[in-house]
């Protein structure tokens, strides 16, 4: 079994609506992310997935994300921008676009001492 990483990072407010610490107030984060897929076969030259590919598809998703208001975005607007929720929307749309490429995992962190990882068991 193989598992490639690829990571982009994108920049973005937003404020958590109902909590009641100063994150319920405009703010923004430089959000990193690390998707992981998986795979058993690889192709004739050696390869499970092109890399570019898979930095494109990411990067795709960055950018829709990427200097905006999170809490403007259709998603956000029925899940609170959370980091929990930024990553289970990462994973969701980065699975739609790389099939039929397994994903594994999406790191998503907030600050360099905040994280979250989501994933499907």
Same mark, same amino acid.
């Given at each position: ?10 920049s %973005? $407010?937003?404020? !958590? +609506?109902?909590? %009641?610490?100063?994150?319920? *107030? ?7 992310? @690390?998707?992981? /897929? #998986?795979?058993?076969? !690889?192709? #004739?030259?050696?390869?499970? @997935?092109?890399? /570019?590919?898979?930095?494109a %598809? ?12 999170? *809490? ?7 899940? *609170?921008?959370?980091?929990? *929720?930024i @990553?289970?929307?990462? =994973?969701?749309? =980065? $699975?739609? +676009?790389? #099939?039929?490429? #397994?994903?594994? +995992?999406?790191? /998503?962190?907030?600050?360099? +001492? $905040?994280? /979250?990882?989501? =994933?499907?068991?």
């Amino acid at each position: 079994m193989f598992e490639l990483t690829v990571r982009h990072e994108f920049s %973005s $407010a937003h404020f !958590l +609506r109902d909590y %009641s610490g100063q994150c319920r *107030n405009l703010h923004g984060h430089t959000w990193k992310t @690390a998707v992981t /897929v #998986k795979g058993k076969e !690889l192709n #004739k030259i050696g390869v499970m @997935a092109d890399f /570019v590919e898979l930095k494109a %598809s990411l990067q795709t998703i960055m950018e829709e994300l990427d200097h905006t208001c999170l *809490n403007d975005h259709k998603y956000f607007k029925t899940h *609170n921008p959370t980091t929990e *929720n930024i @990553a289970r929307f990462i =994973y969701t749309e =980065y $699975a739609r +676009r790389i #099939k039929p490429l #397994k994903m594994v +995992r999406v790191q /998503v962190w907030e600050s360099d +001492r $905040a994280d /979250v990882v989501y =994933y499907v068991p």
